[in-house]
C-alpha cells in the first residue's frame, strides 16, 4: 500500500475588485458588509486599481505607498475584528461611554498619520521563509522541515519591529502599538504588493498558512511607453496543500472608442505571455507551474475597462428598462470572447448586477446623467469582472457592492475550490514512533484537520 494518499477538500475564496479612482480611504469606510458574502471565506483576495491618482508623478518619479498602507488596514480591521466586550461593558457605565468615545474620535484622527506600507504589512504578514519555501513535503524533508519562529525568537524580532509613525495609525487596524498579538488574529496577510495604482494583497486563515507555499510575484506593465505601471497587473502564484493557484489583478487599457477594445485584448495576450514565475520547488517529482494558465486553479479580476458597444443614448433607454441582457449581448469581454480574440477557456458568472461605471460622485447616478459635455460623458459599462481558469473551481456567487467612494462599483465574487491533499495511510502511520507520526502529519494534514464544507 503507497505510504499517502490523495485526499479532496473544498476551500472557499473570496475575490474582490474596485477601482477607488485615485482616492485615498477614509476611516469610516466600512470593508466588513462586502467582506462578508456568504459568510467567511478560507483565503480573502483584494486587488484594487487607481489607489493613487495616474499622475506623471506616481507613474514616474516615486510610488505612493501611503493609501496602500491605508487600506491594507482597513482590510485587517474588517476580518480580524476584535470581539465588541469591552465597549458593550464601557457601554453599561456614564464614565465608560465617554472614554470608548474620545478614544474612537482618537483613532479616526489618527488614521490620517502617515503609515509605512513595508513597515505595516511586515507586521500582518505570516511568517515570509515558510511561505517562499516549497512545501511538498516529501518524506526526506520531515525531519529537517522547518519550523515557524516564534516572536520570543531574538531571531523573529524584525516580525514585530515597527517606527513611530505608524504606532498611532496601526491602532486604526485595532493593532497593539508595542506588540503584535499574533494570536487574536483569525486571518493573516499571506502576501501584498504595489504597482503604481494598483495594489493586490492576499489573506489566509492562520490554520492555512503553514499549508501554503511556492510564493512568488510577478509585475507586468502595459501603460505609457507599453511598459510603465499605470497599467498592467500583479500576479501572484502560490500553491495551498497540493494544488496550485494563480491571481491576477489587472487595470487594462481605457477607453470607449471603436477599436480600444483590441487594445485590452493586447494587454491580456501580453500578460499571458510575459508573466513567468521563478523556479523555487526543489522536488523532482513535482512540476510547479511558471505561467499563469499553467496553475491548476487561476482567478482574473480587475477593471477590464470592456464597455458596451451601443451609443450612450441606446444603452440608457436599455438601462431605464432594465434591459441588462440586451445591454451584455453588446458587451465587448462577452463579445471578444464569443469570437475566440481573448480569455480563451477562462470562464466568467452570469451577470445580475447593473454596470458598474461610471457613476457621479457620491451618488447612484450615471455621469452621463448629470455631465453635458458629451467629451466627459461615459457610457454605462460593466468595467470591472472577475473570470476563473481550470477546473475543480464553482462559483458561489458574483455581485457587486454599492458604495458611493469611488465612480465604480466594486465587484466580488466567492468560489467554492478543490484543493488536493495528502493524507498518511493507516497502515504507513503504525510505522512511525508517536512523535514522529505527530511532526508528519503536521505536515500532511487528514482530512478533519480543519475546516469541511
Given amino acids: 500500500m503507497a505510504p499517502a494518499t490523495t485526499v479532496i477538500q473544498d476551500f472557499r475564496i473570496f475575490v474582490g475588485t474596485w477601482n477607488v479612482g485615485g ?24 486587488g484594487f486599481q487607481e489607489i493613487v491618482p495616474l499622475s506623471a508623478g506616481n507613474v514616474l518619479v516615486i510610488e505612493d505607498n501611503e493609501p496602500a498602507a491605508k487600506w491594507l488596514a482597513l482590510i485587517n480591521q474588517a476580518l480580524n475584528k476584535p ?31 502617515k503609515p509605512s506600507l513595508k513597515v505595516l504589512s511586515r507586521n500582518l504578514r505570516a511568517d515570509n521563509g515558510l511561505l517562499k519555501a516549497c512545501n511538498c513535503h516529501l518524506n526526506t524533508q ?71 507555499g511556492h510564493l512568488r510575484v510577478s509585475n507586468i506593465g502595459r501603460g505609457i511607453m507599453g511598459c510603465l505601471g499605470n497599467k498592467g497587473c500583479i500576479s501572484i502564484s502560490l500553491s495551498l496543500h497540493q494544488t496550485s493557484f ?22 491580456v495576450a501580453e500578460i499571458l505571455k510575459s ?20 496553475h491548476d486553479r487561476a482567478i482574473w479580476f480587475g477593471d477590464l475597462n470592456y464597455r458596451v458597444s451601443l451609443s450612450y443614448e441606446e444603452t440608457r433607454l436599455l438601462l431605464e428598462d432594465n434591459d441588462w441582457e440586451s445591454l451584455l449581448e453588446r458587451d465587448q469581454l462577452n463579445m471578444e470572447r464569443e469570437a475566440g480574440r481573448v480569455f ?24 452621463g446623467e448629470t455631465v453635458k459635455s458629451k467629451k466627459k460623458r461615459r457610457t454605462p459599462a460593466w468595467c470591472d469582472r472577475i473570470l ?20 465604480h462599483r466594486p465587484v466580488c465574487a466567492v468560489f467554492a475550490v478543490e484543493v488536493e ?4 495511510s493507516k497502515k504507513f502511520r503504525k510505522g512511525f514512533s508517536c512523535a514522529t507520526r505527530f511532526e508528519f502529519e503536521e505536515c500532511i494534514p487528514q482530512r478533519h484537520s480543519f475546516y469541511d464544507f
Avoid at 246 to 267: I, M, P, Q, T, Y
Fill in 421 to 424: 491533499k495528502r493524507s498518511l
Fill in 344 to 367: 480563451n477557456r477562462w470562464n466568467e458568472g452570469r451577470i445580475f448586477f447593473a454596470p458598474t461605471y461610471k457613476y457621479s460622485h457620491n451618488s447612484d447616478s450615471y455621469a
Fill in 275 to 294: 508573466t513567468q514565475f521563478q523556479k523555487i520547488c526543489k522536488n523532482p517529482n513535482r512540476k510547479i507551474p511558471e505561467r499563469i494558465i499553467d
Fill in 83 to 113: 470581539s465588541h466586550n469591552d465597549s458593550i461593558n464601557s457601554s453599561e457605565s456614564g464614565s465608560g461611554t465617554s472614554k470608548h468615545s474620545n478614544n474612537s474620535k482618537e483613532s479616526k484622527s489618527n488614521f490620517f498619520r
Fill in 23 to 46: 482616492k485615498a480611504p477614509h476611516p469610516e469606510l466600512n470593508l466588513e458588509d462586502f467582506l462578508q458574502v456568504e459568510g467567511s471565506s478560507d483565503i480573502y483576495v483584494l
Fill in 142 to 212: 520531515v525531519s529537517n522541515r522547518r519550523r515557524p519562529r516564534k516572536l520570543s525568537d531574538p531571531s523573529a524580532s524584525s516580525l514585530v519591529q515597527r517606527d513611530s509613525s505608524v504606532d498611532e495609525f496601526l491602532s486604526i487596524a485595532e493593532l497593539a502599538t508595542t506588540s503584535l498579538d499574533t494570536t487574536a488574529m483569525s486571518y493573516r496577510l499571506i502576501a501584498c504588493k504595489q504597482m503604481v495604482g494598483i495594489f493586490l494583497s492576499i489573506w489566509s486563515r492562520k490554520e492555512l498558512v503553514h499549508h501554503i
Fill in 388 to 407: 476563473w481558469h481550470g477546473s475543480g473551481i464553482e462559483q458561489l456567487s458574483y455581485i457587486r457592492g454599492e458604495s458611493r467612494f469611488s465612480d
Fill in 246 to 267: 494563480c491571481f491576477v489583478c489587472s487595470h487594462l487599457a481605457s477607453g470607449e472608442k471603436e477599436g480600444d477594445e483590441l487594445k485590452r485584448n493586447a494587454d
